[in-house]
C-alpha cells in the first residue's frame, strides 16, 4: 500500500488553532484576569521607568499599520519581483482583517489600569502582536527561501524575532493589552501565518509556470 504522507505544518497548524481555541475560552471565563493583573503588578513595580517607557513606546510603533505599510512601499519599490511587495500588502491587509473579525467576536474590553499610551477599541487577541509575528514573520521566511546563508542572514532573523517579541512585550508594559491578548494573538497569528505561506507558495508555482509558458 502506498504510504500517506502528512504534511507537519498542517498538524502544527491545527494544534495552534486547537490552543488557541482553548486559550480563548480562558480568556472569555476570566480565568487569566488573576495571571494578566499579576504579570502587570511585576513589570510596573520592578522595571518600570522612563528610558525604558520611551525605547517601548518607539518599538511598539513598529508593530502599527503605517509602519508595516511604509515597509510594504518600500518593498514594492527595492525589489524587481513586485510579487515579494504584493504578498507583503495582502499579508497586512488579511492578519488586519482576521484582528478585526476576532476581536469583534470576543469583544474583550482593554485592561482596567492607568496606560502610559492611548488605545481604543478591544483587547482579545492583540492586534499588534498578531500583525507583528504574521508580517515579520513572512519577513522571515522570505528571508530564508531567498538570501544565502550568511552571518548577514542569521542576525536579520534574530533581530526580526527579537522585535516580534519586544512588539508582543511593549503591549503590556504599555498597559494596553493583557498577557493573555498577546499569548493569544501569538498562537492565532502562527497559525495563519503557516496557511498564508502555503497560498504564496501555490501561487509562486503557478506565477511561475505562467510566465515559462509565455517564454
Known sequence: MKKIKIDKNWIICGILIISFIIWSMLVVNGNLLD????????????????????????????????ILLIITFISLILFKDRFIGISLGLNGFLIYLLNLLLKNIFIIPRPDIISLIEEKGFSYPSGHAMASLAFYGFIIYLLN?????????????????????????????????????????????????II????????????????????
Open 196 to 215: 498564508f505561506i502555503k497560498l504564496m507558495k501555490k501561487l509562486g508555482r503557478k506565477r511561475k509556470n505562467e510566465v515559462q509558458k509565455g517564454n
Open 35 to 66: 495571571l494578566d493583573y499579576s504579570i502587570f503588578n511585576i513589570l510596573h513595580t520592578t522595571i518600570l521607568n522612563n528610558f525604558l517607557t520611551n525605547i517601548l513606546k518607539t518599538l511598539t510603533y513598529m508593530g502599527s499599520a503605517s
Open 145 to 193: 527561501k531567498k538570501m544565502k546563508p550568511s552571518l548577514l542572514k542569521k542576525v536579520l532573523i534574530i533581530i526580526l524575532t527579537l522585535l516580534i517579541l519586544l512588539i508582543g512585550f511593549s503591549r503590556i508594559y504599555l498597559g494596553v493589552h493583557h498577557f493573555s491578548d498577546i499569548i493569544g494573538g501569538y498562537l492565532i497569528s502562527l497559525a495563519y501565518l
